[in-house]
């Protein structure tokens, strides 16, 4: 899905591979239903002949338009954004044309925060905040899926990474 396993280290494996939720792309899909509702009335509703006959053509552009940039390229966007947690690091990448990205070393990692408004307590998910020993501070990973088992299995990857073991001791 997001990170190729020719980017793998010899002994790393992937734990969890995921997108963000597809709740963002709700909006964007709702749009494109108005639209295909706009078109069918512009196709029911305009003439077949005379003056006004090029409203079929204008429906049919106006209608690929909004799909293109309400449909297609936030779909788009939204396929090309992952988080990978690995044994080793936490790995994101996006971007549809320009790709960017940002590992994270598992032992650097000081702080993992999440946070969950009422929708995304509905749809289990939200946002996951992790403070790295690095330059570039923490890392915002928004509307993660399965947001407490994601946040779990990264406390105890890091315990492992830090040698602290797979347990706390009281």
Same mark, same amino acid.
């Given at each position: 899905? =997001?990170? /190729?396993?020719?980017?793998?280290? /010899?002994? *790393? !494996?992937? &734990? @969890?591979?995921? !997108?963000? +939720? &597809?709740? +963002?792309?709700?909006v964007a899909g709702l749009i494109c239903v108005a639209a295909l509702v706009g078109l069918v009335l512009v196709l029911r509703y305009a003439p077949d002949d005379g003056f006004f006959q090029w409203l079929d053509t204008l429906g049919w552009v106006a209608f690929a338009g909004v799909v293109m940039i309400f449909g297609v390229w936030p779909w788009a966007k939204w396929s090309k954004r992952t988080s990978t947690l690995t044994n080793e690091r936490l790995v994101? %990448? *996006? =971007?549809?044309? %320009? !790709?960017?990205? %940002? $590992?994270? /070393?598992?032992? !650097? @990692?000081?702080? &993992?925060?999440? $946070?969950? =408004? @009422?929708l995304d307590r509905m749809v289990r998910c939200g946002t996951l905040r992790v403070s790295a020993a690095s330059e570039q501070g923490t890392a915002v990973l928004r509307d993660i899926p399965e947001i407490h088992e994601f946040s779990k299995a990264m406390n105890e990857l890091v315990r492992v990474a830090r040698g602290e073991g797979t347990r706390r001791d009281v």
């Open positions: 899905m =997001g990170l /190729p396993t020719n980017q793998l280290g /010899p002994q *790393e !494996r992937i &734990v @969890i591979e995921t !997108r963000e +939720h &597809v709740k +963002h792309l709700l994101t %990448r *996006e =971007g549809v044309f %320009r !790709r960017t990205g %940002r $590992d994270i /070393p598992l032992e !650097r @990692i000081n702080d &993992v925060k999440f $946070d969950q =408004g @009422i």
